[in-house]
């Protein structure tokens, strides 16, 4: 007999992050429901973390870069019942806080949470944004803000 799922919810903190490498981008790996998919990088807030450092610390984790948070820029919710990353079955709502965020000094990324959730990331040019098989919070995130954040950071270097 198939018990009830766990009830969960989770906050937590992503970022739109630019450089003048593009976007900042992480894959998710076997242990999520959509492996191979790209999406933002970022991650759970942990008791008591301000979310802008929450998006720091998964930054580094994730992607290697030192970021600057620019603005907060949009909160998503999305629920759903499935399997978590352990296995087990869950009534999951997730709260993602979104902020952008500036890479001044962009290097080639690399995972530094090896056996989580992210396994690769990488900088998107501009131009291929689109080309990118991001899952369909992260595209919808970027269809929203992308020009805005590019443009204002171009205009920032330019200035």
Not at 19 to 39: I, K, Q
Not at 61 to 86: A, C, K, M, N, R
Not at 132 to 150: E, F, T
Request: overall charge negative.
């Amino acid at each position: 007999m198939v018990g009830r799922p766990v009830v969960r919810q989770r906050l937590a903190a992503y970022a739109l992050v630019v450089s003048e490498r593009g976007v900042l981008a992480t894959e998710f790996s076997d242990r999520t429901a959509v492996p191979g998919m790209w999406g933002l990088p970022g991650g759970g807030i942990d008791p008591g973390e301000n979310p802008a450092s929450t998006v720091q610390r998964e930054v580094f984790e994730e992607t290697g870069q030192e970021i600057e948070i620019t603005q907060f820029l949009d909160v998503q919710s999305d629920h759903w019942i499935g399997h978590s990353p352990s296995g087990v079955v869950e009534d999951f709502h997730a709260v993602r806080l979104i902020y952008a965020a500036r890479c001044d000094q962009p290097r080639d990324p690399v995972v530094h949470d090896v056996g989580g959730t992210t396994a690769a990331s990488q900088w998107v040019s501009a131009d291929r944004i689109r080309d990118v098989a991001w899952i369909n919070g992260s595209r919808a995130l970027l269809g929203k803000h992308s020009h805005d954040v590019l443009r204002t950071f171009s205009r920032r270097r330019t200035a």
